[in-house]
């Protein structure tokens, strides 16, 4: 069972993850620099932008620190760089967002409280609106639907109305924002840079719970998202259906005994709702990357001694924001 090492609070680092979009990163750090829990550290991986957005990135946001990547390691592949940092540092726990992110002041406060008063578990989710509707539920935690067969956020339409202020346990969450122990990740590993990206967090959330671990929602903790400005996901960008039909298959070969979660029954249903809602743009490059997804070769999930396939280099040290006594 996970405890506090000492009488102090425990360190939590924020480990953002960004590709070019510098305005964007900015937009998230200056909402992390208000959070009022302590202690709080920030870590930005700059996963091998352009110099120039990377540059623009120090010098707008002098607290946190800048570690670099190159070349770009995927999702699974940055955050893990930032993750094995922040542990290497200290870290208690290490709360992972994306760039496209904001959060309120005292979002990791709610979060930390949370994981004190569950121990066993190793993964804590916000609540996550919509930042252009700041008042509507883009995700509470995602759960699994039989039919037809998939896992999806639970959201509503219009404002917040309540369905989701209970916090409880959780199958499944994105990592758009959240929030894991250290315990959760020296047992189960790190995310698994062989999706690059989608699906690495559905992978860890399936590993976290055999090895004992629980997902707890947080409906106190509050996010908010401007979605896949990077990825284009929902748009007609071929890369983001290609990668998805990838991931998917990916993680149905990874996983068989979970195969009803994307195997050939969720597939025909994703081509399905293509046809049924007009976007025949999606089609074919899904099932070019469900078929590459089928012959790519597959490595066991990093632990935190894998070495990191891109090459790092810290260009700036965080500065370590002051502990507050327990209660302050």
Not at 84 to 95: E, F, K, Q, S, T
Not at 318 to 323: D, F
Request: proline share 9%; hydrophobic share 40%; aromatic share 12%.
């Amino acid at each position: 069972m996970e405890t506090p090492s000492s009488p102090a609070r425990p360190h939590v680092w924020a480990v953002v993850l960004g590709y070019n979009h510098p305005e964007v990163t900015l937009d998230c750090l200056q909402s992390l620099a208000k959070v009022d829990y302590r202690p709080f550290t920030v870590l930005y991986v700059d996963n091998g932008s352009e110099r120039s957005a990377c540059e623009q990135v120090m010098q707008n946001a002098p607290g946190c620190g800048v570690l670099r990547l190159e070349p770009n390691a995927g999702v699974a592949g940055g955050f893990n760089a930032g993750i094995r940092h922040a542990l290497a540092h200290g870290a208690d726990y290490v709360l992972i967002l994306n760039n496209d992110t904001t959060v309120e002041p005292g979002f990791a406060g709610h979060l930390v409280a949370a994981a004190l008063a569950h121990p066993r578990a190793g993964l804590l989710v916000p609540k996550i609106y919509y930042h252009g509707h700041p008042d509507t539920v883009w995700s509470a935690g995602s759960v699994f639907r039989r039919f037809p067969p998939v896992v999806t956020m639970r959201k509503t339409r219009g404002p917040d109305d309540g369905r989701y202020d209970r916090p409880g346990d959780l199958d499944f969450a994105t990592f758009c924002v959240i929030m894991f122990s250290r315990a959760i990740l020296e047992t189960a590993g790190l995310m698994d840079p062989d999706y690059h990206f989608l699906y690495e967090d559905y992978d860890l959330c399936l590993r976290a719970r055999e090895a004992g671990f629980g997902i707890r929602y947080v409906p106190d903790a509050h996010v908010w998202h401007k979605i896949s400005m990077t990825t284009g996901a929902g748009t007609p960008n071929p890369e983001f259906w290609h990668t998805y039909g990838r991931s998917e298959s990916i993680f149905r070969r990874k996983f068989r005994r979970y195969r009803w979660l994307t195997g050939w029954t969720h597939a025909a249903y994703i081509v399905a709702r293509f046809v049924f809602e007009g976007n025949g743009y999606g089609v074919r490059p899904y099932l070019q990357g469900w078929r590459q997804g089928a012959r790519d070769p597959l490595h066991p999930p990093p632990r935190l001694d894998t070495p990191s396939a891109a090459s790092e280099t810290l260009l700036r040290a965080p500065a370590h924001a002051p502990e507050r006594p327990l209660g302050a």
